[in-house]
Each structure stands twice: as structure tokens, then as C-alpha cells.
């Protein structure tokens, strides 16, 4: 399996790695030389000794199949995705920029609603959205925010700018992949690291407990955090586990809580101890069984009472996936020149609402063309991918377009740039995306990079781990001056 | 810390230690019964009383030769108690404290149980049997060894030593019980006279002190030949060997000493520990060990007990644990 970049086409998409067969990008020429210049058993030993680490390390997901749930090995490709800092540098503040204005958002639908009174986004798409909580109206939570954590998720189309494609407030994962990711690549490549300057990523567990540890509502040295999982058996429990522990703070499950006179405490082996901030891993719907699903077992009774008297921070906040909604996702750029009264330096992908007539009309003629998301699904589930469906999935899908038209959307398909995979014979092509993930609390942090996930099948653009998509290592490079 | 957390680092530490045991129990037992005369009543079977896992057992095989009692107890998965059942319980109450217990240590624990199921049926037969099991043991001792060594000495560390404490009491108990009980009468109904048995008692008695490490150390111990009443006396109450039950329950008692609330789980260990240390073993040798096993094995079941209601019991456990 030796590498040979000549017979290496990425053809009319963008490459990550390689601009033209035979070529590497000025930043990734180090990578690439080294990698062709490596026998076929090395590949392979370090391809082994990558796949090795990854059983040994435990690093697992779960995916949920009719057989039951059935916990895999992380699926890791070797190759390394280098971007330089430079590009870096403008895309993460175009996160940062993204994320404020989202967070101005949500306080306002659940405060004043300027924005809706302003006409700039429609208040019934507020009304319909099945995201939006009602309970929460009023809630003033520290500094204003409410999503706290967001992984939002960049592709690379043709021309090599970065476009959002969604951004996810609600529970996002794979932040403890992205810094598995590296540790992996440090066993399999150490070499490689002496060669390039690439900004650390580390920070993020600390970036995370001390943004946790600001929301606290009351004024301690050591507030109590905690990372509320739904349990063993949730396809993310590696990740609840990692940063617990990366956190030194204590992983529960909706059992070891309770409330007493509106405040959240744990059962120890002490006696009962209060919480300040929970880090919840559980979607709204089962936070709470006196106020949301009333049988829900993995939430607690009474955790909505408490925060909202405000004697627990929850993050995210309860509500905060009424901005994460492919829908309300089309007025973003319109929220941060409302709100902050900046150009957005990220762009959309371009959008087309069912909601409207216009729009929908285009869409159900269009249909061949376009990819049709529905406004609340994550993980890739209940989308149709225009160009690649059968007419029969088309039809059906016209069907439910018109049967509830707020809930879906539609763009066209994006070319997603390609990365070199390590395959049975050499280096492949396959599409990739990346997740950053973003942090707000009295202030913002960016990772540096995110979590790079691949289609690992050949051609498809499905990256999501839950349907068989993989990952690699994401290195931000800082360019040496020439 | 969580008491659901308590809990299944607890289990870890017990299964740990289990799985160590067995597996020194099932080599020094395939050494032992090479030297035995053939007309000796005492087999195979041995091993399952031990275990106590006699009904599961009978349930699932018919004959109590080697390959079945070696298959059932190191990699039988549908027996709890087998050195496999007992590395994947462990890993599974390792996997869900990761949080807690450092991460060299779940990986060990994870590479021991990927070892020990990719390699376990390999040592039903005779050959290899005995290296892998030495390579369980060692492996068991690297993860004791990396819990000392890199994990601070808190409530966490505290459970599993509480644990490893108990589960070796225990298991101390067991064996001595077979070797008294079940392996010396046995070997007298083989119809031989006491003449012949003589050599074969001291043989088993040694068998005995090597299952428990404590062949070395007990002739360090005790300057005379290896009798029967010395042993038990060694096993039971000598103070110095990790393994004897005297030194497990002091063990135990300090680790209890720093939890909270520890009032009835220090007044049951107070209680077990007068049963081992004024029990006249030689005596009993003689006439009565069963009965007072068997107490003492209660007294044993019962600081279980009092740890569970003490500082498990506020959470209902997710995963059905087995004593």
C-alpha cells in the first residue's frame, strides 16, 4: 500500500492535501513527502499501531442497531488534515462571532423578543419550533447565555472557503475524539511533530471547566461540577466519562441527584452534597419528569424548579435548541448584523425555506438537485439526499415537504473538500467536514481546529459516526515565514 | 464521591481480586493432583466446591473431568465466577468509573480482558495452561501495583482495598476449608492405610500454602515440617501474610477507618476479627473447623452487608453484582 501521490485524484473537488495529482499544498508538503517515503509495511505497522492504541486506550462509541446497542472502536484514519493558521485565525472568529449572536438570540425569544416584534426573523417560526420551551420564558441565566458549549459544523466546498452547515447547541459530541485523536497520532507520528509547528489542543478540558465553573451560581472557590450522562448505554458515555475525568469532576446519572428545597444535591458516600453546575449530557425532553417526559428515568425530579429559582446552572440551558434548528439556522447571518452590527465572516451555506411559498416551490421542482433536511433531527437521520435517492424516495418525500413545510429546508449539495484516507492500496480520496467546538461563557474560546469526520465509504458524503463515518486528526499549522 | 460510583469501584476491586485467586487456585491445583494416588476420592470436583458453584455446574456439564472443570472456571462465560466472567465484570466496573480510576490503570484493565479473551480457551489444555495463568496473575499484580502507585490514596482507593481485603479473606477461608475438609477425608476413603496417606496430607498442606502464595513465607514462619494444624494456623492468623485472614481483616479495619459513617461496618469487622484471632485452630483441627468456617464465612458475608447499607444502598444499581 505505498503512497504515490501521482496516481492520488481528488478530482473536481477540493483536496485538503494534494492540489493537483502529484502536488502537494505548500503546507502539507512536509506530510506528504514523508508519507510516500514510507515502505508498505511501515504504513502498515503504523496503521496497526494506530488501531492497536485506539482498543488499548478504550476509545469507544456505541451504535444503537436493531441487534442492540454494541459498543465499536473509534474508526480512525492515520493521515493527519493540516490547516494553516492563517485561514484558521478568520474562521474562528467567525465562530466566535456566530456564537455571541446566537446566544443574543435565544435570551431575546425567551426575554424580550425584540426580534421578533423587529420582523427580522418570523415569530412563528418561534411558535412552531418544537424546540422552543415555553417553560423557560423569563429566564435570565448568567451573562446572558445559554448555549455554552456548540460544535458547529464546517464544510469546504470547491472554492476552499469554509461554510457552516449547521451549528449544534443542544448536546453536540465528539470534542473527546478530536483529543483522542491527537494522542493517537502522537503515538503513530511523533516524527512528524518535530517537523511542524502545530497549535495544541489540550486546553479544551480546562477551557470547559472553568467556563463551567463561572456559570455557578453561587460565589465559590470550588463550585461542585458535574457531567450528567444518561448512562453506560448511551452512544456518547465515552465522551461523558473523558471529560468528567479530564475535568475532576464527578460523572452522575439522573439517579445519584435529588432535590430538596429547590437546590440540586448528589448522593455520596458523605451524605448528601450540593451541586452548583451540571453539565447535562441529556436532551431537554428528559431533564425533567415533573415538567417534560414524565417517564423519563434518566432526568430528576425538580432540576428545571431549581434552576429556574436559580440555585443550579444547567449548561446548556434548558430551551437552547431553539436556535439549533436548520431553519432558524437561514436568519443567523440576519442575528449578527442585528444584534452585534458586524458582517458575518462566516457564510451559509445557501438555504431555501419550505416555510416560504416561493422557496418551496422551488424546492419540490428541485428536488433531484438538493439535499432536503428536517429542522430537528441530528446525526444525520431523516435527511434526503436529492441527487443519490430513487424517485419513489423523492416522491415521498415531496409528500412530507407538504405535509408540514416549517420543518424542512433544503440546500444544494455541496461539494465537501476530500482528504487522503489510508485504503487497502494506498491513498484515497474520501469527503470530510469539521466540527469546532466553541465555548461561551463570561468569554469565548475556540478549539483550535475540531474534530475532522470522513465518509469513509467511497463517494459518500455521510460523515456521521453513528452511520459508519470516521475521523482524523486536525492539526492548525503555523506556516514558517519565506 | 457517588455511592453509585462506591459502588462499582468496590465490584472492581473484588472481581480483581477474584480473578487472581482463581487463577492461582486452578495452577497449583494442576499441579497438585499429578502426585496424588489414583485411588485418592478427591477429583476435579474440588475446584467447584471452592467456587461454590456447584449448581451451575451440574447444570451445564456432566462430567467433572479436567477439560470441563478447567473451561468452566477460567473461560466459561455463563459461569460468573469464571476468571473470565470475573476480568469482564471488572472491566465493565472499570469502564464505568473511568472518571475515577487513572487511565493506565482501565487500560490495563482493558488489555487484561482482551488478553484473557482472546487466550482463554487455550489453557483447557495442559501445556500452555500454566503460563497463561501466570500471565493473568502478573497482570492482576501490575494493576494493584499501578492503583498503589498513581491513584491517591482516597475513599476511591480506599474501596478497593476494602475489596481486595475482603474478597482474599474470603477466599482464604475457602480453600482452607477444602483442604481440611474436603480434600484429607477424601483422600482417607481412597482406602488406603495412615501410613501411605501420611506423605499425601503434607503434600496437599503445601498444595494449600502454594494456592495462597504462602509457602515461603510460611516456612520462614514456622520452623517445623508442614503440618496441618500450623497451616490453618499460618492461614488464619499470622499477622504478617497478606493473605491470611487476620492480616486481611486489620487490612480491612484501616481502610474503614477513614469513611464516613463507618460505626457498623467497623463493629462487624471488630466482631470477625475476635472469631479469627481467639479461635484455637489446632483444636478445631481437630474436631469442628467445618462448623467454624462456616461462621466465620457469615461474619464475613455480614461486613458485606453493612459496607452495602452503609454507603451503596442510597442508589439503586444499574447492574445486577453477584458475592
Known amino acids: 500500500m505505498r503512497i504515490d501521490w501521482k496516481t492520488y485524484n481528488p478530482g473536481a473537488f477540493y483536496d485538503e492535501l494534494i492540489s493537483s495529482p502529484g502536488h502537494a499544498r505548500k503546507s502539507g508538503r512536509i506530510l506528504a513527502r514523508y508519507l510516500s517515503s514510507l515502505k508498505s509495511e511501515d504504513l502498515q505497522e503504523r496503521k496497526t499501531a494506530a488501531e492497536l492504541a485506539i482498543k488499548a486506550m478504550g476509545i469507544s462509541f456505541t451504535v444503537y442497531s436493531e441487534a442492540g446497542n454494541i459498543d465499536r472502536e473509534w474508526p480512525f484514519d492515520i493521515i493527519p488534515r493540516i490547516i494553516t493558521e492563517t485561514q484558521w485565525r478568520s474562521t474562528g472568529k467567525g465562530l466566535e462571532q456566530r456564537l455571541r449572536a446566537l446566544n443574543c438570540f435565544i435570551h431575546d425569544v425567551y426575554n424580550d423578543q425584540k426580534i421578533l416584534n423587529d420582523k427580522v426573523v418570523p415569530k412563528e417560526l418561534i411558535e412552531k419550533s418544537v424546540n422552543f420551551r415555553k417553560e423557560c420564558i423569563g429566564m435570565k441565566p448568567r451573562f446572558d447565555v445559554w448555549a455554552h458549549i456548540c460544535g458547529t459544523d464546517l464544510i469546504r466546498d470547491t472554492d476552499g472557503r469554509f461554510y457552516v452547515l449547521e451549528d449544534n447547541l443542544r448536546v453536540p459530541s465528539g470534542v473527546s475524539y478530536m483529543l483522542e485523536n491527537r494522542k493517537v497520532t502522537k503515538r503513530v507520528f511523533p516524527e512528524l511533530f518535530e517537523n511542524y509547528d502545530i497549535l495544541p489542543i489540550t486546553e479544551y478540558t480546562t477551557q470547559l471547566f472553568d467556563m463551567l465553573a463561572a456559570i455557578s451560581p453561587r460565589p465559590l472557590d470550588y463550585p461542585e461540577v458535574v457531567v450528567l450522562t444518561p448512562g453506560i448505554y448511551n452512544s456518547a458515555y465515552f465522551e461523558h466519562s473523558f471529560l468528567a475525568q479530564r475535568m475532576g469532576a464527578e460523572l452522575v446519572e439522573g439517579g445519584d441527584l435529588v432535590v430538596e428545597d429547590d437546590c440540586v444535591y448528589m448522593r455520596t458516600i458523605n451524605g448528601l452534597s450540593r451541586v452548583d453546575v451540571i453539565y447535562r449530557r441529556i436532551d431537554d425532553m428528559f431533564l425533567d419528569p415533573e415538567v417534560f417526559h414524565p417517564d423519563s428515568v434518566l432526568g430528576v425530579p425538580g432540576l428545571m424548579r431549581a434552576w429556574l429559582k436559580g440555585n443550579v446552572a444547567l449548561a446548556n440551558a434548558p430551551g437552547a435548541g431553539v436556535a439549533d434548528d436548520k431553519v432558524i439556522y437561514t436568519y443567523v447571518p440576519a442575528m449578527i448584523k442585528y444584534y452585534l452590527g458586524e458582517e458575518p465572516i462566516l457564510e451559509n451555506v445557501p438555504s431555501y425555506l419550505c416555510v416560504d411559498e416561493k422557496q418551496c416551490k422551488y424546492v419540490l421542482e428541485n428536488l433531484d438537485k438538493l439535499v432536503v433536511k428536517p429542522a430537528n433531527e441530528s446525526g444525520g437521520y431523516g435527511m434526503l439526499m436529492g441527487p443519490m435517492a430513487s424517485k419513489k424516495e423523492r416522491e415521498e418525500f415531496a409528500r412530507r415537504i407538504k405535509a408540514d413545510p416549517r420543518n424542512y429546508m433544503a440546500q444544494p449539495l455541496i461539494s465537501l473538500s476530500t482528504a487522503p484516507v489510508l485504503g487497502e492500496r494506498g491513498a484515497e480520496p474520501r469527503h470530510i467536514d469539521l466540527r469546532p467546538f466553541i465555548l461561551q461563557g463570561r468569554d469565548v474560546y475556540v478549539t483550535p481546529g475540531g474534530l475532522t469526520r470522513v465518509a469513509m465509504v467511497k463517494g459518500s458524503y455521510v460523515v456521521n459516526s453513528s452511520q459508519g463515518g470516521g475521523s482524523k486528526d486536525t492539526w492548525i499549522v503555523i506556516e514558517e515565514e519565506s | ?323
Not at chain 2, 23 to 49: C, F, M, Q
Not at chain 2, 61 to 90: G, K, P
Not at chain 2, 117 to 140: T, W
Open chain 2, 1 to 323: 464521591m457517588l455511592s453509585r460510583v462506591a459502588e462499582r469501584i468496590y465490584w472492581l476491586g473484588r472481581y480483581l481480586e477474584r480473578a487472581e485467586n482463581t487463577a492461582r487456585l486452578l495452577n497449583v491445583y494442576s499441579t497438585l493432583l499429578l502426585d496424588l494416588p489414583r485411588g485418592a476420592k478427591i477429583g476435579w470436583h474440588t475446584l467447584v466446591e471452592i467456587t461454590g458453584s456447584r449448581p451451575g455446574f451440574d447444570e451445564k456439564y456432566q462430567d467433572t473431568d479436567e477439560r470441563s472443570v478447567i473451561r468452566f472456571l477460567l473461560s466459561d462465560t455463563s459461569n460468573y465466577c469464571s476468571i473470565l466472567s470475573s476480568l469482564a465484570l471488572a472491566r465493565e466496573n472499570a469502564r464505568t468509573t473511568r472518571e475515577i480510576i487513572p487511565s493506565e490503570a482501565w487500560e490495563q484493565i482493558n488489555n487484561l480482558y482482551l488478553f484473557a479473551k482472546e487466550n482463554a480457551s487455550k489453557g483447557v489444555a495442559r501445556g500452555p495452561r500454566h503460563q497463561l495463568l501466570n500471565q493473568i496473575i502478573a497482570h492482576c499484580q501490575q494493576i494493584a501495583g499501578l492503583f498503589a502507585g498513581t491513584m491517591s490514596h482516597n475513599s476511591g482507593y480506599n474501596f478497593i482495598r476494602i475489596a481486595r481485603s475482603l474478597e482474599r479473606a474470603d477466599m482464604t477461608t475457602r480453600i482452607v476449608d477444602v483442604g481440611s475438609v474436603t480434600l484429607l477425608p477424601g483422600l482417607r476413603q481412597g482406602g488406603k492405610s495412615s501410613e501411605q496417606i501420611e506423605p499425601f496430607e503434607n503434600m496437599i498442606w503445601m498444595a494449600v500454602l502454594n494456592s495462597l502464595s504462602a509457602y515461603q513465607m510460611y516456612r520462614q514462619h514456622v520452623l517445623d515440617r508442614v503440618n496441618g494444624g500450623d497451616v490453618v494456623t499460618f492461614l488464619m492468623q499470622d499477622r504478617q501474610f497478606p493473605r491470611s485472614v487476620v492480616h486481611s481483616l486489620a487490612k480491612l479495619e484501616s481502610c474503614l477507618q477513614s469513611l464516613p459513617n463507618n460505626g457498623a461496618a467497623l463493629a462487624e469487622v471488630s466482631s470477625t476479627q475476635a472469631l479469627a484471632i481467639d479461635a484455637d485452630i489446632p483444636l478445631l483441627v481437630q474436631n469442628g473447623l467445618l462448623e467454624y468456617i462456616d461462621e466465620l464465612q457469615i461474619h464475613i458475608a455480614g461486613i458485606h452487608a453493612r459496607i452495602t447499607d452503609t454507603w451503596f444502598l442510597p442508589v439503586v444499581s444499574g447492574q445486577q453484582q453477584s458475592a
